[in-house]
């Protein structure tokens, strides 16, 4: 067994040890050949023989050798064992790598993202993701301590269950014994652990997995995250909010991460909306987000309900929640709904909501109340939340909880841009998972077994087939006349007219944007600009943005640069600039960097059906 890591080296002057590792790098110079020496605590430079210049970079070794003081000259200020080196005795190769398909001591910043998600187990070698994934587990280990000292007890809760509503979609899993019945994953263990409380268990966490099929959003994980789910009996609003807060500044103490304020500032909703224009905001000057201080904040006093389009109710945060006592006689009565606010708290840290919770409603009547509001009728609010209603009529105590989202304080405290840096194997912002390809097709008989018949096969197959393929089948089933084109990797409009000998101004220039949260498609000559202020009028939108390169992904599978102008294929509503009028042919990356179509624009036209529009300047 491995018994020594490379930073404990420094204390070893003298000794004969044993070290295991992979070879960061080599320097060939004839009779000796240094070699670094990696494992997940540093580097150590390693002095060996002739028997040295087999060995290549990510190779896996094991190396016996003498642990000894380099001369003043030679001692490297900037690494733990700059002021050492090993002088090798024995070395065994202990696995021979191919040629990495991607640099592993970089910090990766400069590979693309699904690049390193496929090759996640070789993307965590390099130094950066250990010491996110590191930091996570202290995370874990320092709040697990805080609330064990506090009396919680750590309880698991279902994943196969049914639907609690957060107000995302669920991710739901067919039953083979039950065929025709699906579980739902939980969107967060909300219900059981209320539930707990019914059991009179006082004071609940969990590091809680949540699912919510959500859309892609740039500041969001797909499909699952981790939350601190916690729960307590007994208590009132700012009990919660003062457990939470004493738990953040006692962790972050350990970890000597700076907090711009204790206590947390408290803002009610109007305030926060009034002095931030969101309920969501950061505080921090320039120079504290240099220095990556944390500033959190509380949000108080939200409405409990808002209006839906069809003109009904529904809740803003969580059904489960309790008014603020003053407005319970209201809710009973179903009266001023407007005005009735929630026990509701959300964390808000560096212009991220971390975190909510609320008290709860503990009485029946009060959340019957809630649902009866949204519209429900007693047979679906007993379908759905029977098992809920009854529960809190035997001896419900008060409770109320909070779940602070770990991804997110974690990606705020490290300052890394996304989510996915903290997390060992996220997702890719399309929905696939790292290094596995999920999801994926099941077989026949597996869809048999669990009585499930697909609407339509060959929708499903495809799925299968890349934007590039769709397109040439589309093209050839229509009978266009097209022609390929493959070149060089081309990323703009202007090294794709380049590459494929066409004319600029024939390049079609396909511009995924988001019209008041609904990604549309805009096509217009690659020569021209969209003028937004006439795109926003003749959409009569008010909000109209580009979608980021996460969204434009997850949207068309195909990176910024690679997108055809095939709305249609990906069923966003497609607008096309009448200046193409001008050309009688037209050109476009065919969902790759490196395959083009040309064809006629009449032809374009015929098969797409856009809508035509003058939005260009
Ligand atoms: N269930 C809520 C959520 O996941 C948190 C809570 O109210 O405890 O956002």
Redesign the pocket.
Known sequence: MKTLFVENLVEKVGEVVELFGWIDSKRDHKKIVFVDLRDRTGTVQVVGGEDFKDLSEEDVVWIKGEIKERPEKLVNSKIKTGSIEVEAKEMKILNKTKALPLPVTTDGREIDEEVRLKYRYLDIRRPRMYKNLALRSKFIELIRQHLFGQGFLEIETPILSETTP?GARDFIVPSRLQPGKFYALP??P?QY?QLLMVGGVEKYFQIAR?FRDEDPRADRAYGEFT?L?L?MSFVEREDVMNLVEAMIIAVYEKLNIPIKETPFPVFTYDEAVKKFGADKFDMRTPEEKKKNIQAFAWVIDFPFFEKTDTGGWTFTH?P??APLPKFMGDLLEKKNIDKILTSQYDLVCNGYEVG???IRNHTPEGLKSVFEIMGLSQEEINLKFGHMIEALSYGAPPHG???PGLDRLLTCITGEPSLREVIAYPMTSGGRTSVMKAPSIVKDEKLTELGIKLRSTQSANEDKLTVLERIVKMLEQNKVEYRRIDHREVMTSQEASDARGTKLEEGAKALVMVAEKKPIMVVLPAHLKADTKLLKETLGVKDLRMATPDEVKQITKVGIGAVPPFGNLFNIPLYVDKKFEENEKMSFNAGSHTVSVEMRYKDFLKLVNPTLANFSK
Request: aromatic share 6%; proline share 0%; net charge negative.
């Open positions: 957060e969107q967060s909300q652990k949540c939350q789910d729960e969580n489960f929640s909510g919770g609320s909880g909070i779940a």
